[in-house]
């Protein structure tokens, strides 16, 4: 009977599958290696693992791009894993970059208001926003919309200083 639940995985049947997928797609491609982005979050920290198992630690270049927001606990757990997996990093922060193509400009400017006041107004934005779009505005994002409000958009990180236009 065929298995209706698709939750339900065989995990180390899956891991095998994507170590044999990575390994399979490095040697079709002629690739020595893997570059992984490492943020410090599970999801990298995963890919990072996977290619480890699949290519060999000494295969595997773990790159960091940490910018004024990110958080130092992340950066550091990153980098301690990256170690423990004895994966070479490469580390660069991008903080001024980012300053210099104006990613920290905010929409609209907001230096002299309260903080908990932008991140009012950001979240009833993304709600308006949704309800009007009649769908999640990261979905919608996703999918593309000549919505000229969505090109906008306001990335907001909770307790942290920074509120940023996107589009």
């Not at 209706?4 to 044999?20: A, M």
């Not at 970059?97 to 991140?119: M, Q």
């Not at 009007?132 to 958009?153: C, H, M, P, T, V």
């Amino acid at each position: 009977m065929e298995n209706t639940n698709l939750l339900e995985l065989d995990l180390e049947e899956s891991r095998k599958n994507i170590i044999d997928f990575i390994r399979k797609h490095a040697t079709d491609l002629n690739k020595q290696g893997a570059v992984v982005g490492l943020s410090g979050g599970i999801d990298s920290a995963l890919v990072l693992k996977l290619c480890v198992e699949a290519l060999s630690a000494s295969k595997v270049i773990a790159v960091m791009l940490p910018e004024r927001d990110s958080n130092p606990k992340h950066i550091i757990d990153a980098k301690k894993y990256a170690n423990e997996l004895g994966v070479r990093i490469i580390y660069k922060k991008i903080t001024n970059i980012l300053s210099l193509i104006g990613v920290y400009r905010l929409y609209p400017p907001t230096f002299l208001i309260k903080r908990s006041l932008i991140e009012k107004y950001v979240y009833q934005k993304k709600k308006d926003l949704s309800l009007r779009l009649q769908k999640d505005i990261f979905l919608a994002n996703l999918e593309g919309s000549s919505d000229k409000e969505l090109s906008k958009a306001i990335a907001c990180k909770p307790n942290q200083a920074s509120c940023r236009k996107t589009g």
